[in-house]
């Protein structure tokens, strides 16, 4: 699996409130959620994302809520990939379990600017960022979650009773 | 090598002798807890799975506390939705507007959380019953729904930090302060993916209701729990509130920690964390000048009822300052009722300070109490994200009950011993 795609940029500790604010919660409609994606964080961001574009972003990202409505919200903007120095434990589980796929890697954030164009592929992990001409490495997926993602999220691992 | 307690109530949920920290297991619930936001989504990915019956009606609790009373319609249906997968299921513990409260407030009064317990909700604050011995952390709603399915989750087993809280606390100084220190001294990722365990003497000097606002904000720091070893007062609890069976672990001398903080709670001053971190603190002799228009108190982190009373307690006999709208939210009806029977909520109606109904309402910009550009909250709420409150350029000031009510009757965030 491949994803390539512009970038945006984000500072260290987005928090889920500004990806999905919680006044938009009275809904879990993807679409609707897309549309006001990062609103207060970057008010452009929904006018502007195109398919397969990525998010990078600094350290903690998707910190606060356990709210699922904001990996949705960003796949449904059409998000290819998420990449960050780090993430915050429960988004990242939900990242996981809904196949929003995300990357640790602080070389890679460290190394791009909004705009760049980057390639990644999923199953060795490289980030190419085209634009400047330089290869990341990023941390492979533990075994587990390779599973889960290999059964296209949770549930249907539930589904198929293992 | 020996284990920490969060570590032991994962092995034991586990049916293993030992486990590591890293390791992946699969583990037995005893608790899955959901709310009107989390709880939509989390039955839209249940359907997916074709079954219809949860795997044990007795062990999933849903509270409707975000959006509730009903906010919109949009959130009527989400509720809708929500009772109707309740009556279907024939979950035991759903609790309708009359009966609910804030969840986190709610889970432990009705004694659905014990020392030992695993348990897992769709809710950050869900680290909360860390106070009780139990190892409880948030995750997400398909986590919530494979949860109601199966009756068990996958867990990375974490490694753990050690704060040994020492020395008695003083006048004004809350589980509040304690907790909003310790996340400014680590940062809001300084325990991330890590159990929070928290021990020493000055534990002593505790109350419940302040262990639950520090286990509550554990994920403040990023921890995947926040857990304290149990005594009597838990023990006092736990009898008062549930009929459950319970298990003590504590633990091992040799646990392996990364690293270890000691915190002298004689010199912890009140505390104020000021936009848009947790982490961003300052104490109350640092804060200034600062003008507010709102003061919440209230929530899962504070809504307790020795919240309430010390915010009675500082507002008896005195007026709210023009001009600021005071709003207080008990964290169930058995506190609210308590509170008006002890005439707590006279007291905050006589000075000022309106009443609502138990809801998160407020803390997450949900309804209740949105603020408007360049407007200025002091909340004993748990975060201060941009636009957590209401408009993206409005601000909020986390900080204890006693604070945001010395900081009512000024309209400065105040320290209250200078009342």
Not at chain 1, 98 to 120: K, M, S
Not at chain 2, 359 to 380: D, F, N, Q, S
């Amino acid at each position: 699996m491949k994803a390539k795609g512009r970038v945006f940029k984000y500072q260290d500790n987005v928090d889920t409130d500004v990806i999905i604010p919680a006044r938009y919660l009275n809904t879990f409609d993807p679409q609707e959620l897309a549309a006001h994606c990062l609103e207060d964080l970057d008010p452009e961001f929904s006018k502007k994302v195109q398919a397969g574009d990525i998010i990078v972003a600094g350290k903690n990202f998707g910190c606060g809520s356990s709210r699922e409505h904001a990996p949705l919200a960003i796949k449904a903007a059409g998000v290819s990939c998420v990449i960050a120095a780090t993430f915050a434990r429960i988004f990242y589980r939900n990242a996981i379990n809904i196949g929003l796929p995300i990357l640790e890697c602080p070389e890679a954030v460290a190394g791009t600017e909004a705009g760049d164009e980057l390639e990644v592929d999923f199953d060795r992990g490289i980030i190419v960022n085209l634009t400047k001409n330089q290869t990341f490495q990023a941390e492979p997926f533990p075994e587990f979650m390779k599973e889960i993602m290999a059964a296209d999220g949770l549930i249907n691992r539930v589904k198929a009773g293992r | 090598m020996g284990m920490t307690m969060s570590q032991k109530i994962l092995a034991a949920h586990a049916g293993m002798a030992q486990v590591r920290p890293g390791q992946l297991i699969e583990a037995d619930l005893d608790l899955v807890l959901g709310n009107d936001v989390t709880t939509p989504v989390a039955i839209h990915e249940f359907r997916k799975t074709g079954l219809t019956q949860v795997f044990d009606r007795r062990k999933i609790a849903i509270v409707p506390d975000h959006f509730t009373p009903n906010k919109d319609i949009k959130a009527a249906e989400q509720c809708r939705m929500v009772r109707e997968f309740a009556r279907e299921m024939e979950i035991e513990h759903y609790f309708e507007v009359g009966a609910m409260g804030i969840e986190h407030c709610l889970i432990p009064e009705q004694g659905l959380a014990v020392p030992g317990d695993l348990i897992i909700g769709a809710d950050s604050h869900t680290c909360t019953y860390g106070a009780l011995g139990a190892f409880s952390t948030g995750v997400g709603s398909t986590d919530m729904a494979a949860a109601m399915a199966t009756g068990r989750l996958w867990f990375k087993v974490p490694s753990a930090l050690k704060f040994v809280l020492k020395n008695k606390p003083g006048p004004w100084v809350s589980g509040k302060d304690i907790i909003l220190q310790i996340i400014g001294r680590i940062g809001v990722d300084g325990a991330r993916y890590k159990s929070m365990e928290f021990m020493g003497d000055g534990l002593a000097h505790l109350s419940m209701d302040d262990r639950f606002t520090i286990a509550n904000m554990a994920v403040e720091a990023g921890a995947k729990n926040g857990i304290f070893p149990v005594d009597e007062k838990t023990i006092a609890y736990v009898k008062e509130h549930a009929a459950k069976p319970y298990q003590v672990y504590e633990t091992d001398p040799d646990a392996v920690y990364d690293e270890e903080y000691t915190i002298d709670l004689s010199t912890i001053r009140p505390t104020v964390a000021f936009p848009h971190l947790p982490s961003n603190t300052r104490t109350i002799d640092e804060v200034g000048e600062i003008p507010i228009d709102q003061v919440v108190i209230g929530s899962c982190t504070n809504g307790r009822l020795s919240d309430l009373r010390t915010a009675a307690q500082i507002l008896k006999g005195r007026k709210v300052k023009k001009g600021v709208r005071v709003l207080v939210f008990p964290g169930t009806q058995r506190i609210y009722l308590a509170a008006l029977r002890e005439g707590i909520i006279a007291d905050l109606v006589e000075a000022g300070a309106v009443v609502s109904t138990p809801t998160c309402g407020p803390c997450l910009g949900g309804h209740m109490g949105i603020l408007a550009k360049g407007e200025r909250a002091v909340a004993t709420t748990n975060r201060n994200f941009v636009g957590r409150m209401g408009h993206p350029e409005s601000e909020v000031y986390l900080a204890s009950p006693a604070v945001a009510a010395a900081s009512a009757v000024t309209g400065l965030i105040t320290d209250p011993a200078k009342l």
